[in-house]
């Protein structure tokens, strides 16, 4: 049987290829070669580019060595990138580390190309100990979130490859405390950095139970049995007290709390509840950290959920519990009881909101009493700002009044308390500003992230059920309303704070060509953070996975009057335990959303570019949603046909004659022309079969191609072209083999 297979037919001129696997000798032991995947739950989707830009083909295999070697064919007429594959150390031209088989490549062509890239692992002393494997890569419209797309999977893929593997007490591991190689950009001492670099992943779908050719699944089982190995356990009381009331910070009645141990715990607490609670499994059970012994309860060997319990108990004990005249000021510092600073209070209420709200975690009322009083202490009651260990800041109020925004959304404070709207009127004023860490928040990425949670988590009743903020606004006299994360600048205007870059466009600028962050803070040691909260940032999301909405519009472009037919069957979810289950459509660009379902369609009166919203929600509660924009061209005929080359076909040598099928190709202007010519039609179907380069092979809408494809026989290579010609336009198409 001779088996031809194609996936997607789009407008250019593309290669498409059918690779048969030859049977391997019995006694071979190829290589587990894995390529890095855009949408953990469908290895199959191509990663999004646009044309032009650079991106980042990734892979690993579990050999490396002198005599294994990994080539890359990038699928576009390109030269193969060939080189060794290492064990470790820092790779010198081609070669790459067995973790990090990447290649760098730009591609060009039109908008909807497809194009399949391999990855080839062979051991050069054993010829049949060779793996192929595809890597699938779409060349998309140029648009904001296509770029988020690209950074996104640029930065997972640099937290990837600067993972330090070891193995620790029998367990395999991954942290970033040290740089595997050279010099990374993501990596420092603390403890900390570890869960921070696990969220992104998590919240990007990521899991450590997922598919076991995402190669992604390893680095994040790795990392998160690390995660647990740098906690431990101290006995606290059953009875605490603060200015608020005497409660049991002990509520789970086991005697124990859980922190990290490292210094500067209470600071770094945070990070740890979060990616315990991203992972999505509260009844798994950890198998790293220190065991159990006597009363001791210890790490090892008890639900991701009950080791978050303990964090949560230790915070509740080591709560600052002094006060300033009639206002408690609990908070948290860098050890038990100190006197706070909201630099360390957000990482508590970054940990302990998530805890509360997505495991059901209790927390003693009087330390959230606690705290709001402390936010009312430190924050200045006429400028919204807040302080640092008072309502004065130390190096200016760009990371503190994020802070005291993020411990408002906890204690469930929002807009309509004066205490919420004057701290987001400050923010939306400054939003604009000169670049700079002390001027303006999108260039001060620690505050930056704790503002994104506040916007994402604001809570103005305290139900525990986040209230998103899309436009963050200001009652300052000529300030309007901006939507903070998608707000794009207008070039062609000087900056101004009606005029400014959103927080998604801000972090895919600042992006470096490598695919980390770095240097946008007050501080260097904040540097090695910022890859991970970026990452976080981009998607919209804290603690879980989102949907992705994708839009489709066919024909674009297309002509005034003619029918546009929208599709969202290509939206996706990154957490597999939810789907999408509204599709929302606004068809005229007007912020209402006039039409649901998965298809929608309209005509547009007027040439020129249109603008669609489609909006998905997902099964959550509250449902969680995303938007995406599709741009239609409406414009004068002649416009290129869209081709479609049929299949899969699959050919049987004992059933013949074998054709292709063009017949569902299509015209988008058919009938319609320029002035004084015939109406616009396809007049012909060529097809480009291999060696080729030169079209005509074969033609018409359904050419028999029995001769040709005999005279390959069984499990060979099939190359072909397919092209269509418009009266008037001649354009030729490209196939994606699937």
């Known amino acids: 049987m001779v088996s031809i297979d194609f996936r997607r037919l789009v407008p250019a001129l593309v290669m498409l290829a059918a690779l048969f696997a030859t049977a391997l000798p019995a006694w071979a032991i190829p290589p587990q070669v894995k390529v890095a995947p855009f949408d953990p739950n469908n290895l199959l989707t191509p990663h999004d580019t646009y044309s032009g830009k650079q991106i980042t083909l990734k892979g690993t295999s579990n050999m490396a060595g002198p005599t294994i070697e990994y080539r890359w064919e990038f699928g576009d007429g390109s030269a193969d990138q060939v080189g060794a594959v290492i064990l470790s150390g820092s790779p010198s031209g081609t070669q790459r580390r067995q973790y990090a088989i990447d290649a760098t490549h730009i591609y060009t062509g039109a908008v909807d190309t497809f194009i399949t890239a391999r990855l080839t692992v062979r051991n050069t002393s054993v010829p049949a100990d060779t793996t192929t494997v595809e890597y699938y890569i779409h060349i998309r419209e140029k648009t904001l979130p296509v770029e988020v797309n690209i950074a996104v999977d640029e930065g997972l893929w640099y937290l990837h490859k600067t993972m330090n593997r070891s193995v620790v007490d ?37 899991r450590e139970n997922g598919n076991p050719n995402n190669p992604y699944t390893e680095t994040v089982a790795r990392a998160m049995r690390r995660t647990f190995q740098f906690l431990a356990t101290t006995t606290i009381p059953a009875t605490q007290t603060n200015p608020r ?48 012994s006597g009363s001791n309860p210890g790490i090892r060997g008890r639900t991701y959920r009950s080791v978050v319990q303990d964090m949560v108990d230790y915070y509740a004990y080591c709560q600052y519990d002094g006060s300033s005249g009639s206002l408690a000021l609990g908070g948290w510092r860098y050890s038990c009881n100190s006197f706070p600073d909201n630099s360390a209070v957000q990482w508590a209420a ?37 302080g640092y260990t008072d309502p004065s800041p130390v190096w200016g109020p760009l990371g503190t009044t994020p802070s005291g925004m993020v411990q408002l959304a906890w204690t469930g404070i929002g807009r309509g308390n004066p205490k919420w709207d004057r ?14 860490a002390t001027s303006n928040p999108k260039d001060y990425y620690y505050g930056l992230f704790s503002f ?28 309007n309303p901006i939507d903070w994360y998608a707000a794009e600048r207008n070039p062609l205007q000087a900056e101004s704070v009606n005029n400014t870059d959103g927080v998604a466009r801000t972090l895919v600028n600042d992006q470096n060509a490598v695919g980390y962050w770095r240097a946008h803070n007050y501080d260097s040691s904040q540097y090695p953070f910022e890859t991970a909260w970026a990452v976080i ?23 005034v009057g003619q029918t546009i037919n929208f599709s969202g069957g290509s939206s996706y979810h990154l957490d597999p335990a939810k789907t999408i289950v509204a599709w929302d459509w606004d068809l005229d660009n007007n912020g209402t959303f006039e039409t649901s379902g998965v298809l929608a369609s309209r005509t547009f009166p007027t040439n020129g570019e249109h603008t669609v919203v489609l909006r998905v929600s997902d099964n959550s509660v509250p449902p969680k949603t995303d938007t995406v924009t599709v741009k239609i061209n409406i414009v004068d005929p002649p416009i290129p046909p869209t081709a479609d080359a049929g299949g899969p076909y699959n050919f049987c040598t004992n059933k013949k004659p074998w054709f292709l099928n063009g017949t569902g190709s299509s ?46 026989g069984a499990a ?21 083999l699937a």
């Open 452 to 479: 994104t949670k506040a916007m994402l988590l604001h809570d103005s009743n305290d139900d525990h059920i986040a209230e998103p903020i899309t436009l963050l606004q200001s009652t300052t006299a000529g300030v």
């Open 350 to 386: 970054i940990g302990l909101l998530p805890a509360e709200r997505d495991l059901g975690i209790p927390i003693p009322p009087p330390v959230e009493a606690a705290n709001e009083d402390w936010t009312t202490y430190s924050q200045n009651a006429t400028t919204g700002v807040f």
């Open 170 to 206: 029998g367990a395999e591991v991954g942290d970033w405390r040290l740089c595997p190689f050279g010099t990374c950009y993501a990596t420092t001492s603390a403890y900390a950095a570890t869960p921070a670099n696990l969220q992104a992943f998590l919240v990007n779908g990521h």
């Open 423 to 436: 701290s987001e009127r400050f923010m939306r004023d400054v939003f604009g500003n000169p670049a700079g």
């Open 245 to 292: 009331g005497t409660f049991n910070p002990d509520t789970n009645a086991n005697g124990y709390g859980a922190y990290v141990n490292d210094s500067y715990e209470l600071y770094q607490g945070g990070f740890f509840i979060d990616a315990i609670v991203a992972a999505g499994t509260p009844n798994a059970i950890t198998t790293t950290g220190t065991t159990p």
């Open 537 to 559: 940032m981009l998607r919209r999301t804290i603690l879980e996975a989102t949907p992705i909405a994708v839009a489709d519009a066919t024909p674009n472009p297309g002509i």
């Open 667 to 712: 015209n988008p202007d058919e009938g319609a022309s320029e002035t004084g010519q015939p109406a616009n039609t396809i007049i012909e179907y060529s097809w480009d079969l291999p060696p080729g380069g030169s079209f005509g092979d074969a033609t018409g809408k359904q050419p028999d191609v029995t001769p040709y494809f005999t005279g390959l």
């Open 716 to 736: 060979k290579r099939v190359v072909f072209y397919d092209t269509l010609l418009a009266k008037l336009s001649p354009t030729e198409v490209e196939a994606v």
